[in-house]
Structure formats: structure tokens, C-alpha cells
């Protein structure tokens, strides 16, 4: 059975705080997040990215590998 | 039996004056002028009335205060937090209310926090505010009146010191600037508990509802926005703050209170987060969010600015956009980063006519909505509707002159 939070998307939260623009994750999800002026994650709608299917293990990797533990994912 | 026991309830106060309605701040004027708290024999029945009543946060987000509550008392062990930290320097509403109705905020957070089901208390303001309170205090002890210990902590002098979670983390003793948030306070905050956190005038009009109820505090305001509210008026002939009902016009604070010829103004702003409203749509604004919507503003925290028409809107944003930056906790990089570069474009074009409004445009998209708060949203919202409402004047600044004669760097802000 599929509950009402299985249907909604994974969603990439960027802690601010944390992040230092390593690129890390830029790299590792390069449709999703682009690098801003100053090297910073930036994605599409600025909110926290939702994370399709087929990125969920680059997106596991980027918050395991995310050197200022900055990334998490959450529905 | 105690002193205030004894005294007869006086009447509900009419008219629009209810907040600063006595006349004092002390206990007496308090008890002479609005009798004392009711003690329900339920007090989460409150949450119920404060729904009925329809009274939003006075803080600036306008949250509904009883869904706020009741989220809150559904948890264990809850704090409730009174927030006066006004950091906003056009706002002074906060202090008036603690420096003339200390007794009616104290009365909020008693009511709030037994309605909640909280023992433990927070008030967080400036020093010199702090020290009202602790006399109020003393005064409610002495008479028997009321008790409760209240944490008193003094907020740090920063724009961003009354931010939600920076309130939380100097009063967890740590630095007071906003953090990350990834549950809402209202689950989990002060050291991982439910945290109630309102705004002073929010707890105030609390402790109004809980005496005269709902249908009282209805009879002034619109009918989806009841009541009213403290606003702070500035850049008029006559400035401070005034309580006036919600739906108030704009028009007439500027020009019975603040004695000002509508003809001098050029614009009013909302607070340094909010937006321009040029003086051509004034006649529509109105203090409330349905009539301000259209117009890409809120009532906010009741600030009312007036830029008249001998300073330039450009040159005034410009200047805010850099106590902005300057104002930034330097944490999340977007804000650290782009709102220095936001203030130097925008001065750029504002001073030198130098710079590109697609350029601006460009940074206040690059920084809205990236960080742990709503600091860097803020700002772009002020810069993208200066561009918008003083766009007649951005052509003049290309060409090297201004709006206005004279003007040095900051003169506005400073005033």
C-alpha cells in the first residue's frame, strides 16, 4: 500500500549554516544543482531540490561524502 | 483577600485604544483599567477562544496565534517565549508596549503558557526594557497577583536578534543568529521541546481576548482580520507609535497622526524586509493583508515609513540594502556573499549611475530564498520593488542626475 508520503518526492535540504560551496554535491548531482557565483549549490526553484528516481543513490552519496555535513534527505 | 480581588471589573475598553489603555505601567493603572485575568477552569479553553477571535501574530509573519498554540500544547512539557526583540529599526511598538503595558504582556504569557500547559517562561528583550519588566515583576509578586517565574533574557542588538530561531539559540546560550531549521518549533525547540514563541503585542492582545472574549475583540479590524494594531510611523511631521484598527487607511495615519500633506510623499515603505508602496497607489492601501496583497506588501510589523519627496527612493533602498548586508550573520554563503554584491550594484546605479537594473535583478534572484532564515529573501524583496516602484527614476540616474538635488551616501538611513 502507498501512503501519501511515499508519493511525494525525495527532497535534497541544504543546511546554510554548514555550507562552504565544496561542490561536492554539484558534481555529483549536476542536473539538479548548479554552482552559483560563488561556488554554491543552486537549485532551479531555490526551495530544496526533490530528487527523482534515478538520482536517490548520487543523492545518498552527496549527503554520506557532503564534507561539512550539510545535506540531508527528507521527504 | 488580596488587593485586586476586591476591586470591580471595570468595562471593556471601546474605541480603538485597548492596549494602551491605562494609565500607567503600573499595577494599579493595569487592575483600574482592565481588571484582573480571569482564571478559567479549563485554561486550554482559551486556545479555543483566541481561534474564535481570529488574532494573527503581531510579530510580522501574521500566523493564526490559536493554531500556533494548539500545536504547541499537543506536545510535552512546552515553553512558551514572549519575543520583544524588535531589531527592526523603524520599529519602536515593542518597547512602547513593554514600557506602557508591561502588565498586559506579563498577563499574555501567564495566559499563554496555562493554556499550553507550559511552567516554563521566557521574555526576551533590550536591557532597558528588561528592567520595566523586572519591576512589574516585583509588583505582581507583592500584591499576590501572579507568581510565575519568568526567565528574563537580554536580546542581542542586531537586525536579526528577534529572528525565531535566533531567540532560541541565545536563550540556549549560544550566539543569537538564526539556525537551520528542519522541524518546526512548535515540535521541537528550546532544547528540543515545544516551543511556543510570540511576538509582545501578540500575548498582549492575548491577554484582552481572555478577559472580554471574541466577539469584543471582533468589533474593530475587517471581518477575515479583526482587531487591532501598534503601529510605528516614521519619516512624517509628527512620528511614534498608534494603535489603530486592522484595515486602517494609510492615508489618513500619514496625514491625521503623522501631519503630513500627502502630496510631499514619494513612497512608503513596510520595514526594511518589506516593499515599496508608491504614493500613486496609497489612496488603496489599507492595514491589512487582503488589501495589501495586490500591492506586494503586508501589514507586517505595523511599520509605516515615509520617504517624502526630498529623498530618492533608489538612494534610500541602496542604503538599506547595505545595513542589510552589513546586518547578515554571515553564516549561509549566498547571504554573505551576494547581499554585499546586491548593496553594490544597487549604489552603483543609485549614486554613480553606473550598473544595469538587469544585473540587480539578477543578484536578488541569485540570493532569494538560500539561507537558514528569511534575511536574504527580505532584502530581495525591498531591492526588486525598488526597482519596480522608482523605475521612472533609474533612467535619470543612468544619465548621471537624480530625483532629488542633494543627497550624501546614507544620509537616509541615518536619520
Redesign the interface.
Known amino acids: 500500500m502507498t501512503t501519501e508520503r511515499d508519493r511525494q518526492p525525495w527532497r535534497l535540504h541544504i543546511d546554510w549554516t554548514r555550507c562552504e560551496g565544496r561542490g561536492l554535491c554539484i558534481e555529483l548531482l549536476a542536473g539538479t544543482l548548479a554552482r552559483d557565483d560563488w561556488g554554491f549549490p543552486r537549485a532551479r526553484d531555490h526551495g530544496d531540490p526533490a530528487i527523482g528516481r534515478y538520482q536517490l543513490a548520487a543523492a545518498r552519496d552527496a549527503v554520506a561524502l557532503c564534507p561539512r555535513l550539510a545535506l540531508t534527505l527528507r521527504k | 483577600m488580596t488587593r485586586y480581588l476586591s476591586r470591580a471589573t471595570p468595562g471593556a475598553p471601546t474605541g480603538t485604544d485597548r492596549l494602551l489603555a491605562a494609565s500607567g505601567p503600573d499595577l494599579t493603572a493595569h487592575l483600574t483599567c482592565y481588571g484582573p485575568l480571569p482564571a478559567p477552569a479549563n485554561p486550554r479553553e482559551l486556545i479555543d477562544v483566541v481561534t474564535a477571535a481570529g488574532l494573527s501574530g503581531r510579530g510580522g509573519a501574521g500566523f493564526p496565534v490559536g493554531r500556533k498554540m494548539a500545536a504547541v500544547a499537543d506536545g510535552r512539557r512546552p515553553i512558551v517565549v514572549a519575543n520583544g526583540a524588535e531589531g527592526e529599526p523603524d520599529s519602536s511598538k515593542d518597547a512602547v508596549l513593554l514600557t506602557q503595558a508591561p502588565h498586559l504582556v506579563l498577563d499574555g504569557l501567564t495566559a499563554a503558557a496555562d493554556a499550553v500547559g507550559a511552567r516554563e517562561c521566557h521574555l526576551y528583550a533590550a536591557e532597558p526594557m528588561l528592567g520595566l519588566v523586572r519591576r512589574a515583576l516585583a509588583e505582581r509578586q507583592a500584591a499576590g497577583y501572579d507568581g510565575r517565574q519568568i526567565q528574563l533574557t537580554p536580546a542581542a542588538d542586531s537586525f536579526l536578534a528577534g529572528e525565531k530561531t535566533a531567540v532560541l539559540s541565545r536563550l540556549a546560550g549560544r550566539a543569537p543568529i538564526?539556525?537551520?531549521q528542519?522541524i518546526s518549533t512548535s515540535r521541537s525547540g528550546l532544547r528540543g521541546r515545544p516551543t511556543l514563541v510570540h511576538n509582545v503585542e501578540s500575548l498582549a492582545q492575548l491577554a484582552l481576548i481572555a478577559r472580554y472574549g471574541p466577539h469584543w475583540f471582533r468589533s474593530v479590524g475587517t471581518l477575515d482580520e479583526p482587531g487591532t494594531m501598534l503601529v510605528t510611523l516614521s519619516g512624517t511631521t509628527v512620528t511614534g507609535v498608534v494603535e489603530v484598527p486592522l484595515g486602517a487607511r494609510v492615508l489618513d495615519l500619514i496625514t491625521r497622526t503623522g501631519r503630513t500633506d500627502p502630496a510631499d510623499v514619494r513612497a512608503v515603505l513596510g520595514g526594511y524586509h518589506g516593499s515599496w508602496i508608491p504614493a500613486a497607489a496609497l489612496a488603496r492601501a489599507t492595514l491589512s493583508r487582503a488589501a495589501l496583497q495586490p500591492l506586494h506588501a503586508t501589514p507586517g510589523a505595523g511599520i509605516v515609513r515615509v520617504l517624502t519627496r526630498d529623498s530618492c527612493g533608489l538612494r534610500a533602498t541602496a542604503d538599506i540594502t547595505g545595513y542589510l548586508a552589513a546586518q547578515s550573520a554571515r553564516?549561509?554563503?549566498?547571504?554573505r556573499?551576494?547581499l554585499p554584491?546586491l548593496a553594490e550594484t544597487l549604489g552603483a546605479l543609485a549614486y554613480d549611475g553606473r550598473c544595469e537594473p538587469r544585473e540587480i535583478t539578477r543578484l536578488a534572484a541569485?540570493v532569494?530564498?538560500?539561507?537558514?532564515c528569511h534575511h536574504p529573501d527580505g532584502a530581495a524583496r525591498l531591492v526588486r520593488s525598488a526597482l519596480t516602484v522608482f523605475a521612472d527614476d533609474i533612467p535619470l540616474h543612468q544619465r548621471g542626475t537624480c530625483c532629488v538635488a542633494h543627497e550624501t551616501p546614507g544620509a537616509w538611513s541615518l536619520r
Open positions: 538564526p539556525a537551520d528542519l553564516q549561509c554563503g549566498p547571504c556573499n551576494g554584491r541569485l532569494d530564498g538560500r539561507g537558514a
